[in-house]
């Protein structure tokens, strides 16, 4: 018999699913370990994982920290088969979308975002004063102050930088990594998918690698703490 996740993975023939897993995000457990072992969680905290899919970073925060950890995503599908899956049970499940978070202001000592919808002006209310805020994302990398600009935005929301990791050569990997796959595999992913689902997933992680490849998308870990300005 196979496990929750693979319960899932049969239910929902998606190609992001397929190639990046549990952890949904660039990087994989690693990059949520990097996170978590900059985020100050401490037992009791409370920490928000927004678009969590299955909640991967918030169970291992709760087990690993003993924070009192909620996952929210707009799919209550994911979050049921996380709320299954190990350490589920210390987390509380939540559907809704990082647009319109039903909590109150200042509710969380980290609020997390990992390659999902990012609302800068949402995620910031529903920090506490001196929180973390724990970020995977896309990045402007382009030499016309993309980043600069990206870092000020929060920096106008009272967030300071304390941590980064570029990630743009492991996405740009996993692209790669991803599209071979298909390829290789096209049977396999054409009756997963249907045909033409098949080949809308190939042309956008065929436009993945260029883009990045090309240096006009990147990725990046960011970790910034409130200031409370
Ligand atoms: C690529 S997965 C990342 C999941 C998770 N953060 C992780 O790192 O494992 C994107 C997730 O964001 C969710 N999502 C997309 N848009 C959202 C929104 N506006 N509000 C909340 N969740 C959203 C999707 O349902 C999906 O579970």
Known sequence: ??????????????????????HNHIGGIEATRWLLARARLSPGAAMLDAGAFVGAAARLAARETGARAVAADINRDFLAAGRSMPGGELVEWVTASNARLPFRDGSF??????????????LTRVAAPGATLCLCCEVPVDGRGGMEAFLQEWEALGWRLVAHKPLSLEATEAWRRAENLLVRHRPRFEERYGKRGYLFALDTLADLVRAYEYGERGHGLFVFERTGR
């Open 1 to 22: 018999m196979g496990t929750i996740f693979d319960e899932l993975v049969a239910e929902y023939p998606v190609w992001w699913i397929d190639v990046l897993g549990e």
């Open 109 to 122: 000592a980290s609020v997390w975002c990992l390659d999902s919808a990012v609302v800068p002006k949402e």
